[in-house]
């Protein structure tokens, strides 16, 4: 089956300090990939979309000079946590989609964010 | 995307069969109905999706009413590594694949 995954796994850092997540489609190519965020207890909440070769879109209430994203190949999607803060600590899942059947939508396992 | 009402949680002993109710009463035409799981501090995975007739695979039973206002997600024989939270989701295959994910039903198998 189709594999996502996620670099790292699990990172801590210090307070006003930068992020970088890592989000790969291992045996397929994603034409759009999604990145979540989900808080302890809560469900997951949609940050962004990200189409390769172009811009983002962020939904409403994401700041996008905050959390940058990148998806420069078909394979790679990069969200960086920018001057990352106590609140920004939580569970950050991408979902990579291959545009080929509807329901293919393939998640990572997350990375959990702690920022001290 | 039609909103969807699934009761918070849920028990099931194991071996047993789990159903998962889903209402989806504003449900449009074109809209599927999507069933994911996620189990603690993991991905989602997808389970099964349907439009209008029952569908089965090697994980799931979903049974969806004729007037496909609700479903029903069925786990014939439950297992402890079923325990997760179920999400029902709706979406028009047309609105570019983004899940909304709601509230879902947290599961616990029981031995």
């Known amino acids: 089956g189709a594999v996502v995954s996620q670099h790292p796994s699990w990172v801590i850092c210090k307070s006003g300090t930068s992020v970088k997540i890592e989000c790969r489609s291992l045996?397929?190519?994603?034409?759009?990939m999604f990145w979540y965020r989900q808080f302890p207890k809560q469900s997951l909440m949609l940050m962004a979309t990200s189409n390769e070769g172009s811009k983002a879109t962020y939904e409403q209430g994401v700041e996008k000079d905050k959390f940058l994203i990148n998806h420069a190949s078909l394979t790679l999607s990069t969200l960086t946590v920018t001057s990352a803060h106590p609140e920004d600590s939580s569970f950050y899942i991408c979902s990579a989609y291959p545009g080929t059947r509807s329901y293919e939508q393939y998640f990572g396992p997350g990375t959990r964010l702690t920022v001290t | 995307d039609a909103k969807t009402t699934q009761p918070p949680s849920m028990d099931c002993a194991e071996g047993r069969a789990a159903n998962l109710p889903c209402n989806h009463s504003?449900?449009?035409?074109?809209?599927?109905v999507y069933w994911y799981r996620q189990i603690h501090s993991q991905g989602p995975q997808y389970i099964i999706h349907g439009l209008k007739n029952n569908e089965t695979n090697e994980m799931a039973s979903l049974i969806i009413t004729e007037d496909r206002k609700s479903s029903t997600l069925i786990l014939p024989h439950a297992t402890l590594r079923d325990t997760a939270v179920y999400y029902c989701?709706?979406?028009?295959?047309?609105?570019?694949?983004?899940?909304?994910f709601g509230g879902g039903t947290r599961l616990m198998v029981k031995p």
């Open positions: 989701i709706v979406l028009n295959n047309n609105a570019g694949n983004m899940l909304t």
């Open positions: 504003t449900i449009s035409g074109n809209e599927y």
């Open positions: 045996d397929f190519q994603a034409t759009t």
